[in-house]
């Protein structure tokens, strides 16, 4: 078959036990490292006081710190597939709804930021989901997103946009819309929403493109991503 391999698999590679020494290697000198470059990570004993959660996908391909220029202690991450986050449920126990919690009322941050990216396997899975066959926990997951529901707090443009609004849907654009409906769905968590309509908590839309390290951010209201 011709054509570059689906985001839902493993691109070429070549890794080896060598690549996870490298890790171990790298590890091992990097207290050395800091003190070399006169760091100082002891402060961050104290206390963690981050500027923002950032919420994004586990795709190893996406580094936040790395576009952002966040040093140790400023930014609160959350990385999970397709950087989800299922709409509050008083009793479901979740590892996002959780990490939420922590970061609005123990933390008190005062930004979120969700950021979606391009070539997103999960973005690809919500747009054919015949090929998640084999990734019945993924399917699942992915079914949590918010995509073909009309959830209250949802930007309504979003709302009627959805994954199958096109036989032919471009993927960035679904990625930014899947960012959206992230929002949306954060908006749905009361701690939240209190801190919200009290001037306290700001939600922002990010897509970053992979392949230029291009960074696009959502103008509140507008449901329309502008590059920096």
């Not at 011709?2 to 060598?18: C, I, K, M, N, Q």
Request: proline share 9%; net charge positive; with cysteine.
């Amino acid at each position: 078959m011709g054509g570059p391999p689906s985001p839902l698999f493993a691109g070429p590679s070549t890794r080896s036990e060598v690549d996870v020494q490298a890790f171990l290697d790298h590890a091992r000198s990097f207290p050395q490292r800091v003190t070399q470059q006169g760091g100082n990570l002891g402060k961050l004993a104290h206390g963690q006081r981050p500027m923002a959660l950032f919420i994004t996908c586990a795709d190893s391909r996406v580094v936040p710190t790395m576009f952002t220029g966040a040093r140790p202690g400023e930014l609160f991450e959350l990385r999970v597939a397709g950087n989800i986050v299922p709409r509050y449920r008083p009793q479901a126990a979740c590892g996002v709804a959780a990490t939420l919690e922590y970061a609005v009322t123990a933390l008190h941050v005062p930004d979120i930021i969700v950021c979606s990216h391009s070539h997103c396997a999960a973005v690809q899975g919500l747009m054919h989901p015949r090929q998640l066959s084999f990734l019945p926990l993924l399917e699942k997951w992915l079914s949590l997103s918010g995509h073909g529901t009309r959830a209250a707090g949802e930007p309504p443009t979003a709302r009627t946009a959805r994954v199958t609004h096109s036989d032919r849907p471009d993927p960035d654009t679904v990625a930014q819309l899947h960012t959206l409906l992230q929002l949306g769905n954060i908006r749905s968590y009361p701690f939240a929403a209190t801190r919200i309509a009290a001037g306290k908590l700001r939600l922002h839309g990010w897509f970053y493109a992979v392949e230029t390290g291009q960074v696009y951010v959502e103008h509140p209201g507008s449901c329309r991503f502008q590059p920096l």
